[in-house]
């Protein structure tokens, strides 16, 4: 168990936060996590510090109300609006629909809103809402540079005050250098790939696996997020394939 003053300090020195977005049983503490209505409960509440509630936009049974109503009933400090999968205009239907239906219901968190491309015209169509939390969407199966460019396009539009999500993005190596070299250009990113690569490792048979898969899985967050950090050296990280960095910081 890594001790929790060394955790803060990444999450400290970190300009995004990482949400895993992914089911455990609730058996890892992770400052950030994201779930969908029917996968989360109030064990998910405890083990965060902070928590978004996923619209599932893989369940077409799942509503806006069924994600407000779960948000409210875990004390969730965010709801994500739903989005249509690369559709623009059927997606500003929507988040317009969404905010209108939270203007009414009893959860009174933050929203975020999934934007499809083209995204400054979509954030445009929602009314530039910079009460708002506003995300990317569409790009979870797209390249490091389309995410990249897709970004910046938004963040030089909507500017610096405005939250920017990336959806379905874990900090692959193009994408964590950019936050390093630019602290500003985007504010939290949620991926599920920690878990699925720890399930899909192979363990003993038997009862309590995947308390071994989380602890897999802690170690892929713990050195994902460091590299979104300025704790990375950018000029010689490694010499031989050995980290010369490894004792600077104890």
Not at 5 to 15: D, G, I, N, Q
Not at 68 to 77: Q, T
Not at 101 to 127: M, R, S, W
């Amino acid at each position: 168990m890594l001790r929790d003053k060394y955790v803060e300090r990444l999450v400290e020195a970190s300009p995004v936060e990482l949400y895993l977005s992914a089911k455990d049983g609730a058996r890892l503490w992770w400052p950030w996590r994201m779930l969908p209505p029917k996968e989360v409960n109030i064990n998910y509440r405890t083990t965060s510090d902070k928590l978004i509630i996923d619209s599932d936009p893989l369940d077409d049974s799942v509503t806006t109300k069924d994600v407000l109503d779960k948000a409210l009933s875990v004390n969730a400090d965010i709801a994500s609006l739903q989005d249509i999968y690369q559709d623009k205009d059927k997606t500003v239907d929507s988040l317009l629909h969404g905010m209108e239906v939270a203007d009414n219901h009893a959860f009174d968190g933050e929203l975020l809103l999934p934007l499809q491309a083209p995204y400054v015209e979509c954030y445009k169509e929602i009314g530039e809402p910079t009460g708002h939390l506003s995300g990317i969407g569409g790009r979870k199966d797209g390249t490091e540079w389309e995410r990249i460019e897709a970004t910046k396009d938004l963040r030089s539009y909507a500017g610096n005050s405005v939250w920017i999500h990336g959806f379905g993005w874990g900090p692959t190596e193009k994408l964590a250098k950019e936050i390093r070299s630019n602290p500003d250009f985007i504010d939290s990113l949620d991926y599920s790939t920690p878990i699925q690569t720890a399930i899909k490792s192979t363990d003993m048979p038997g009862a309590e696996r995947m308390s071994v898969q989380a602890m897999r899985a802690a170690t892929q967050l713990v050195q994902d997020l460091r590299t979104c950090t300025r704790h990375v050296n950018e000029s010689d990280d490694y010499e031989n394939g050995r980290d010369k960095n490894i004792l600077s910081y104890q």
